[in-house]
């Protein structure tokens, strides 16, 4: 048992560790509910969304979407200790990023966490940051994955979270969060309305295109395999956002507490509104709408939680709730050239980008004096309290997000595909097998299966037999010589109805 004293060992190192100092009013509990907070939003990723994507998607597709989420979480915690943390909350380098570094040292990790291009420290060590801003990171590339699901080449997405991750990621977080020149403009982005959720909305909206749609049998029958995993996960998600909205003010404070409760608030409304919206339209409420409009809510609120009333959550809800249904089931569907070109396939376009932008104008119009300088901001609030120049704070924020993930996105595809020379789409043969083809197995085995093919990583059952029912509808739809990527090209099909 060790009997060293944690200041002897302090004393006995040159290490300068961070340590609770209840005299000087600073204590263990920052820490650990930033630890919680981490937590939780760890949770949303892993098993929240992973388990989400798999029921909403087809059964052929259930591994594969998951998996996706799963690599992403895996890939981006290495680039983020490599070099991503530095990058997005580092030493300045540029107005909108910072110099790149790894934070693997034990000197680092012990030390307290500092933002140096803002000049403030938190009461907490740099290891809780850290993995703090690492699980927002990651959460990012998931939600990105859900414009992707059931197309893109595995072999490319490896390549994509890295890529994206260091030239799209960073950018926005240093330039709002870190002490960039959006956050020096005066742009209010409490937990990521920009940052995560119009980043990989806008990321995915362009992702879709240069990737290509699905199979239009697919696009056609979209039904989800398990709408019971899909209220797990979105459970999950919702709770989770305790800690990805209470965690952001640092610190187990007063604004923690609103902030949460907002964030409820909002989600509880928009989900009403989306499902009251629902049964005025298509005559009767449908779970997976009422899904999409919690995660709109979730999204609407992010950049406002801890600097509006009560009164200001609920009606961003309300927004949050209507503005994308409207542009999900009627603007998007009366619009032939985004049905047949952006693919989006769980619709992050409308949950996320225009939920942020829903997010980050209700923001500069209800950010209230108190709950500003309860965040630590000197902004004096937004519209209603007198600052009309926080709108066009908030939309010069939006424009600069959107603007530079168009053109990184499109510019990582397009090296990926021309210059690395990986196809951004899977093969005919896995487009129509799925799972099977893509990882050699299967979510569901629904007949025996004590035995796999000899040879083959195929599971005998009725699996085999549905394989073949698929192969037999991609001949008919792909008779003759014009290839999938040249029919689907070709005209439109039929975007997938969610609700």
């Not at 980050?360 to 500003?372: N, P």
Request: net charge neutral; hydrophobic share 50%.
């Amino acid at each position: 048992m060790a009997t060293t004293t944690a200041s002897a060992a302090v004393a006995a190192t040159s290490v300068v560790w961070w340590t609770p100092d209840p005299k000087a009013g600073v204590g263990s509990g920052d820490n650990a509910w930033q630890l919680t907070a981490a937590s939780l939003v760890a949770l949303q990723s892993i098993p929240g969304l992973l388990v989400l994507y798999a029921g909403i998607m087809k059964r052929k597709w259930a591994i594969n979407s998951a998996f996706m989420a799963l690599y992403a979480f895996a890939s981006v915690l290495l680039c983020w200790v490599l070099w991503g943390y530095k990058a997005s909350f580092g030493e300045y380098m540029l107005p909108f990023v910072a110099k790149p570094g790894n934070v693997l040292g034990i000197d680092t990790m012990l030390k307290q966490s500092y933002l140096p291009s803002i000049g403030v420290g938190q009461q907490f060590p740099m290891a809780t940051m850290v993995y703090f801003q690492f699980v927002f990171a990651a959460i990012t590339l998931v939600i990105t994955a859900g414009a992707f699901l059931g197309r893109m080449n595995f072999y490319a997405w490896m390549i994509y979270v890295p890529l994206w991750l260091t030239l799209c990621y960073t950018v926005g977080a240093y330039s709002i969060w870190g002490g960039g020149f959006l956050f020096k403009l005066g742009v209010i982005d409490y937990s990521g309305g920009y940052v995560i959720h119009l980043s990989s909305g806008t990321a995915g909206f362009i992702g879709s295109y240069w990737i290509g749609p699905r199979l239009s049998s697919d696009r056609a029958d979209a039904r989800p395999s398990n709408i019971l995993a899909v209220l797990i996960g979105a459970g999950i998600l919702w709770v989770g956002w305790n800690g990805f909205n209470g965690g952001d003010p640092y610190a187990a404070s007063a604004d923690a507490g609103v902030a949460v409760l907002n964030t409820n608030l909002c989600t509880a409304v928009s989900l009403l509104v989306w499902t009251g919206l629902d049964i005025a339209y298509f005559k009767k409420p449908s779970v997976i709408g009422a899904v999409q409009g919690m995660i709109t809510g979730l999204v609407a609120i992010t950049p406002a939680a801890g600097v509006v009333a009560g009164w200001g959550a609920i009606l961003l809800g309300v927004g949050s709730g209507s503005v994308p249904w409207f542009t999900m089931n009627i603007l998007a569907k009366k619009m032939t050239f985004l049905e047949r070109n952006f693919d989006d396939t769980l619709g992050v376009m409308h949950t996320h980008m225009v939920a942020g932008v829903v997010g980050g104008f209700g923001t500069g119009l209800w950010a209230t004096v108190d709950g500003c300088a309860a965040f630590g901001l000197t902004n004096p609030g937004g519209a209603i309290a007198g600052n009309g120049m926080q709108l066009g704070y908030q939309m010069a924020g939006a424009c600069f997000i959107i603007g530079w993930n168009l053109v990184w996105t499109s510019l990582i595809m397009l090296f990926i595909k021309h210059v690395l020379r990986i196809p951004l789409r899977m093969t005919e043969e896995q487009l129509l097998l799925g799972d099977d083809a893509v990882h050699g197995e299967d979510a569901y085995v629904l007949g025996p299966c004590e035995a796999h093919a000899h040879g083959t990583g195929s599971i005998q059952g009725r699996g085999e037999s549905l394989h073949s029912q698929d192969l037999e509808l991609g001949a008919k739809e792909h008779h003759g010589s014009t290839t999938s990527a040249e029919k689907e090209k070709a005209g439109p099909s039929r975007a997938p109805n969610y609700d």
